[in-house]
């Protein structure tokens, strides 16, 4: 019976020893899962509030990417606008530019017969000036003519001294 005892003994003891190993095996996974859950409730944590910090930021950009959107859609419109007066000032340019040549073709055909009139007033001023002239000296010459034919108390023809400065003055 010792012999069964002593085996009872050992194989206790060693039962012991496997369960102490298996204890210390037990708490070492013990800790390692623990400390794996610590770790992961950290970066379970640390994820979260990237999560919301990204969160965050994504509408923040969603945000700015309307307003842009908006902006963008606000600008092609006052781009269109703008378009749209730049045609309708073109064409206003391109109406005032016809007028504006029609009234300058008016005014150098006005100028031109101005310039036409004045030449024939100018015209008509010589011919009565030169009519004038002509008649001036037609008077002269026939002064002229009678003062030749008249002779002198000595019975000598005398010479015709007419002087047209005076005539030309008292005529005007």
């Not at 794996?36 to 944590?45: D, T």
């Not at 990417?65 to 007066?85: G, V």
């Amino acid at each position: 019976m010792n012999f069964l005892v002593e085996k009872y003994d050992s194989a206790l003891k060693q039962t012991m020893i496997q369960l102490g190993s298996s204890v210390k095996l037990a708490q070492a996974r013990l800790k390692a899962i623990e400390r794996v859950r610590a770790e992961h409730k950290k970066a379970n944590e640390t994820a979260t509030k990237e999560k919301e910090i990204l969160r965050v930021k994504f509408e923040e950009l969603e945000g700015k990417l309307k307003s842009a959107s908006a902006a963008k859609k606000e600008l092609a419109r006052e781009n269109t606008r703008l378009e749209q007066t730049a045609a309708t000032l073109e064409k206003e340019k391109t109406e005032l530019l016809e007028e504006r040549d029609t009234a300058v073709e008016k005014l150098i055909g006005e100028r031109q017969r101005l310039r036409d009139s004045r030449g024939l007033e100018v015209t008509r001023e010589r011919e009565g000036s030169k009519l004038l002239w002509s008649r001036r000296q037609i008077a002269a010459l026939v002064a002229c003519a009678t003062i030749l034919v008249a002779w002198t108390p000595l019975g000598k023809r005398r010479t015709c001294t007419v002087k047209l400065q005076g005539r030309r003055s008292a005529s005007r």
